[in-house]
């Protein structure tokens, strides 16, 4: 399937946003909005939904792939205060919470699709992220409890909970190192999420390799 309708693409990130308008332009859509916005001001979030709906007439997708990457030891190292873990729980955490209320009024109109991406770090965790793996621990219980009850209440609205490895994005240094091959594929995760839109999974894991990492890390600590 293809996406034919208009698009809008939200980032806290200004730079390279043009890029990815002429690619979705190349691809075929034939409108594509984009705007810059600060997740981590939680407060007015709500703008991003209404501004996204003012302009391209409805809702059909809904993609939460905001990430704050936090790093800090708590014992040594660099120091964790509140303002570090309000900001990463504000861009994680509470402004996809706020954006996908504010939305699913919306995506219950054109039986839309919310994909969320969290981290393998949801499920488990390692030293020197406490923060970070907690702040995805929170998106999992939030959004796992969501699409339970969207299930149970037969809403024409699905979810996806997608545990996102490390991916090579080029311009972020990544929370810690792996092997060349436990890494993902920035254009190829992208192909996978946008697939995910059309499928409608309840979960997805990318790259897979980090699926064993997990149940792994459960079965032996």
Known sequence: GQFKGPEAVVSTQSTGLKAVREEALRLGSPQVEIMSFDFGDVESVDKVVERTVERLGGLDYLVLNQEELARGFLVKGRPIDHKFVERTFNVNVLSGIQIALKAMPYLQQSKGHIFVSSSALGEISKAGLAVF?????????????????LSDKKSPVTLTLGAVGEVDAGDKTP?????????????????????SLLARPRTLTYPRIHLIMVRLQKLFG
Do not use: R
């Not at 793996?133 to 959004?143: R, T």
């Not at 993902?184 to 992208?190: F, N």
């Open 133 to 149: 793996s907690s702040s995805k621990h929170a998106v999992n219980g939030f959004f796992y409890s969501l699409q339970q009850e």
């Open 175 to 195: 929370l810690f190192t792996l092997p060349e091959w436990m890494v993902g594929d920035k254009v190829e995760c992208a192909e996978v999420i946008m697939d």
